[in-house]
């Protein structure tokens, strides 16, 4: 059964929602009063109609548009840009969410190609959603919010993911370039920098979702009180960036991960 909240919010955009916390992100939003356009890859084509499915029927017909695209390529980014605008009424809140761990190797041993193909989705992916979404809340003159993916990794480097800590760090300075450059615009820029959340990337990782993480050895290092975080730990603190009350934020990078690293 439909629930009888409001779409008065505006509209969102979240890339990489068909799973984890991009999927915790567009559920959130939606309950918070957004239509949502939500987006991934084809091969995810079914997981991101389910979802749609999913907030259709809490939230009424006409709450979401299905946006498959690559945010590594340009074209298919403005489209989804241009697409979800002209379906769901413009674009407010974009979380620029996608991104893939890549090889788990060290240094030596990578390729450029791998270290590309990392990037290309982490740090290309996010200056593209980034750029078209700024364009669009520029040309709608209604301010918005903007807001990015960087990690732990992106403020403190670990070993055997160099690219992904490379292109988590990147994200942060974007943040703050894109923050100073659209403050004139009422466009608040900000990123969510998760620790270990049980998703399938952190999966493909450490080869576990225990919420017990001091028993795996990737981290035999991490404080006693070091645990699993969940999805919805960060589409909180998505829903707080993407609100009215967040307007005295941006250019941060917020640190989401049970204490085992502090700014």
């Known amino acids: 059964m439909a629930s009888t909240i409001a779409h008065d919010k505006g509209v969102a955009l979240v890339t990489g929602s068909a799973q ?104 290309r992916g996010v200056f593209l959603c980034y750029k078209y979404a700024a364009i669009q809340m520029i040309a709608q003159n209604r301010g918005g919010r903007i807001i990015g993916a960087s990690s732990v990794t992106g403020k403190q480097g670990g070993e055997l993911n160099g690219p992904y800590a490379a292109s988590k760090f990147a994200v942060r300075g974007l943040t703050q370039c894109a923050a100073l450059e659209l403050a004139e615009h009422n466009i608040t820029v900000n990123a969510y920098a998760p620790g270990f959340i049980a998703t399938p990337m952190v999966s493909n990782f450490t080869g576990e979702t225990d919420p017990d993480l001091t028993g795996n050895r990737y981290f035999k290092q991490l404080p006693r009180f070091a645990k699993m975080g969940k999805p919805e730990d960060i589409a909180s603190i998505v829903s707080y960036l993407a609100s009215k009350e967040a307007h005295y934020i941006t250019g941060q990078s917020i640190s989401v991960n049970s204490g085992i690293f502090f700014d």
């Open 20 to 123: 984890g916390i991009g999927k915790a992100i567009a559920i959130r939003l939606a309950s918070d009063g957004y239509k949502v356009g939500l987006n991934d890859i084809a091969s995810k084509k079914e997981l991101l109609h389910a979802l749609a499915v999913e907030i259709e029927q809490r939230h009424g017909a006409g709450s979401t548009f299905v946006a498959i695209a690559d945010v590594g390529d340009e074209e298919e980014v403005m489209a989804m840009v241009k697409d979800t605008v002209k379906a769901l009424g413009g674009l407010d809140v974009m979380v620029a969410n996608a991104g893939i761990l890549g090889q788990v190797k060290p240094i030596i041993t990578l390729s450029p190609e791998e270290f590309d193909t990392v990037l290309r989705v982490n740090l």
